[in-house]
């Protein structure tokens, strides 16, 4: 009954490759975002979709998008994978796009580009 | 110059002594300040979040405060646990825009 769930847990793949990371949320939350965290151990918005409107894209490549196929799912696509791709990537989910809202995060994807 | 700087980077105290971690944020205006606990391996998970308007918010043993003249902010972690070793993090919240991560305060609390 895990509320944001994350697959894979650990992803390692080879340079120029493409892959996916899956994010579902059983919260009944409108929103949903993708982090990064780097080996500075900061964390960085990447996307944010309201009922699977994308509403805040930081300035992040191109090779990364991201799909939400209903208010429960955005998945991450990345295409091309470089070295610096390297790092945790977070799933959050909250009930509204509001600033007062909790984010509930997931228990992140480990991406090693090798 | 990160917009949200925390200190001390790390920390190591004993099981049940209280500890408070510091937190300084330079953007404004601002909407809330969050603290959230990470462990390793794992999600951050929410602590307190405490708008401009408050100065302390509890959660357990945990206790934030906010001075929003000096754009200061501490966590306050009383009798602390084994459970308690984590990273820290201060998060800025401005309006309308998405949420600023500090680096993190890793705590490490041994018997």
């Known amino acids: 009954d895990t509320a944001v769930s994350q697959t894979p847990k650990y992803l390692v793949t080879q340079m120029g490759n493409d892959k996916s990371i899956k994010c579902e949320q059983n919260l009944g939350h409108d929103t949903m975002y993708w982090y990064k965290q780097d080996s500075k151990k900061f964390l960085k918005i990447m996307f944010s979709y309201n009922n699977k409107e994308l509403i805040i894209n930081e300035t992040v490549p191109n090779r990364f998008s991201p799909k939400s196929p209903d208010k429960a799912h955005l998945n991450l696509h990345i295409n091309s994978l470089e070295l610096g791709d390297s790092a945790v990537y977070f799933c959050?989910?909250?009930?509204?796009?509001?600033?007062?809202?909790?984010?509930?995060f997931g228990p992140g994807t480990r991406l090693t580009v090798l | 110059k990160n917009q949200v700087e925390q200190s001390p980077q790390s920390l190591i105290i004993l099981e049940g002594k209280n500890c408070t971690l510091q937190c300084n944020y330079t953007v404004s205006p601002f909407s809330n300040l969050r603290w959230y606990k990470q462990d390793t391996g794992r999600g951050p998970v929410s602590l307190t979040i405490?708008?401009?308007?408050?100065n302390t918010k509890s959660n357990g043993r945990y206790t934030a405060t906010l001075d929003a003249d000096t754009k200061q902010s501490s966590l306050h972690i009383t009798a602390s646990q084994l459970s308690d070793s984590a990273s820290y993090i201060c998060?800025?919240?401005?309006?309308?825009?998405?949420?600023?991560f500090g680096k993190g305060t890793t705590l490490s609390v041994s018997s």
């Open positions: 959050a989910s909250s009930h509204r796009s509001g600033t007062l809202d909790e984010q509930f």
């Open positions: 405490m708008t401009f308007s408050e």
């Open positions: 998060v800025d919240n401005q309006a309308g825009t998405a949420l600023i």
